[in-house]
């Protein structure tokens, strides 16, 4: 199986900015998109930001005009730029690759946001 890893994650104040990377580790066959969704316990999953292999983006509600993902296509890395950051950000941020066969996940990184 391909494995995701992800790295960006840490503690930050309110206000400040992190950048989450999300690289495949192996090769990786027919991407159609790639993304960023986030957790707290007691919660489900919920998308944060999409992109296609394109550049067509997709942004929550509650991140857009504050978070930016972008994506290296010969990398097979995608990225998610946070900035104007909130404790309600917090959480555990897990990347996807979503291909025509299968998706596959990042093992999370965890972001907390102080106020």
């Known amino acids: 199986q391909v494995q995701l890893v992800e790295s960006g994650g840490g503690l930050v104040q309110a206000g400040g900015s992190l950048r989450l990377s999300c690289a495949a580790s192996g090769s990786i066959f027919s991407i159609n998109a790639m993304g960023w969704y986030r957790q707290d316990p007691g919660k489900q999953r919920e998308l944060v930001a999409t992109?296609?292999?394109?550049?067509?983006?997709n942004y929550a509600d509650s991140v857009k005009g504050r978070f930016t993902i972008s994506r290296d296509n010969a990398k097979n890395t995608v990225y998610l730029q946070m900035n104007s950051l909130k404790p309600e950000d917090t959480a555990v941020y897990y990347c996807?690759?979503?291909?025509?066969?299968?998706?596959?996940w990042g093992q999370g990184t965890q972001v907390t946001v102080s106020s």
């Open positions: 996807n690759f979503r291909t025509h066969f299968s998706d596959y």
């Open positions: 992109i296609t292999t394109g550049g067509t983006t």
